[in-house]
């Protein structure tokens, strides 16, 4: 659409946008909305600007933390574990909110996130990948809404140093505690008979655990307590 501004005098063309992505309907609408500003003594490239600069000042006061927050309350009524809802933003207050909480989302670098997850990166590995994949999803949505031009999550594995894969198994319970826990925390248990009684099978008979969770019913022989 071709236009003179009221406000400088000079010719503009100003674009209604590409079909098939915006329909003839829409872009009669644009030209209607842009003609009515015109009459106003208002130029459409003017009112974009004001849009732009609008649009930059929201982005400029949503901070990671109000972010995070606010993707939390989203996502929490898809979550069953209460317990899971708690630690997902538990953790980002822990680690994330005191560093990078009060910064503009669109401030945000590749640097930061690694710094936030240096501390953990090796010592609590387990914690600092759970750390890492909450970052991204906050700065994923935030991508999404247009407010940053490229989530600096991603960055953080080529900027630390390779975690160690090993994993640290639970240590063994010596067996002089085991009947003192079997009668405080197992025996008089009254919820989850299953796992109740899983958990004195494995104790009394020494059986594997993956033995234990993939027995099948053949496998007994309770007239011979076998």
Not at 63 to 81: C, I, M, N, Q, V
Not at 96 to 104: E, H, R
């Amino acid at each position: 659409m071709c236009f003179t501004s009221p406000v400088t005098g000079k010719r503009h063309d100003a674009g209604l946008g590409v079909y098939p992505e915006v329909s003839i309907t829409d872009a009669r609408q644009r030209a209607l909305n842009m003609r009515r500003l015109i009459d106003a003594d208002e130029g459409p490239i003017a009112e974009r600007g004001r849009e732009r600069q609008a649009a930059s000042i929201a982005a400029a006061a949503l901070t990671f933390e109000k972010t995070a927050r606010e993707l939390h309350a989203d996502l929490k009524p898809g979550w069953k574990s209460g317990k899971h809802t708690a630690r997902w933003i538990s953790t980002l207050e822990t680690y994330v909110f005191p560093k990078l909480g009060g910064k503009p989302l669109d401030a945000i670098t590749p640097a930061d996130c690694a710094e936030v997850s240096r501390p953990i990166w090796l010592e609590k590995a387990e914690t600092a990948s759970r750390t890492h994949q909450r970052m991204y999803a906050v700065m994923q949505w935030a991508w999404e809404q247009g407010h940053i031009t490229a989530n600096p999550v991603s960055a953080v594995d080529h900027i630390l140093p390779k975690q160690n894969a090993r994993k640290e198994h639970q240590s063994a319970m010596p067996w002089r505690g085991v009947p003192a826990f079997v009668k405080t925390h197992v025996a008089n248990h009254q919820q989850g008979g299953n796992t109740r009684a899983a958990l004195l099978l494995l104790i009394l008979t020494a059986s594997r655990s993956s033995e234990l969770r993939g027995a099948t019913w053949d496998e007994f022989d309770p007239k011979a307590s076998i």
